[in-house]
């Protein structure tokens, strides 16, 4: 029976979760992801965090080869502690933890938004 890679083996990512400067602060490992690979959802007191990877590896030999592929993916959906500014949200990826930023609402209901990850 073929394993597939532990890293591929996805949970739902830890995470802290606080509040700083007037801002909902949350900060994700998701290390061996890429950018492209992890979704972000937003309405105004809900985080949805969706990563899916694939990989392929491929070996050959002189006397053997072996391809396998394998995926795998989470999602994760937290409460927030307050209405955000979906307007303002910013996403940032280095060294496999995703920070997002979401200034805290001043009156007013937030509709949703996705938030592109840089």
Do not use: W
Request: proline share 5%; no cysteine.
């Amino acid at each position: 029976m073929l394993r597939f890679p532990e890293e591929l083996a996805l949970r739902a990512p830890p995470l802290d979760l606080y509040e700083e400067g007037g801002n909902v602060v949350v900060k994700a490992e998701l290390p061996g992801m890429k950018r492209d690979e992890i979704q972000i959802h937003i309405t105004g007191r809900e985080l949805t965090l969706t990563g899916k990877k694939e990989r392929e590896e491929k070996v050959e030999r002189k006397d053997y080869s072996r391809f396998e592929r394998a995926a795998g993916m989470f999602r994760r959906t937290i409460a927030l502690p307050a209405e955000v500014d979906l307007e303002r949200v910013t996403a940032s990826y280095k060294d496999g933890v995703l920070e997002i930023r979401a200034p805290e609402l001043a009156g007013g209901k937030a509709k949703g938004r996705k938030i592109a990850v840089t």
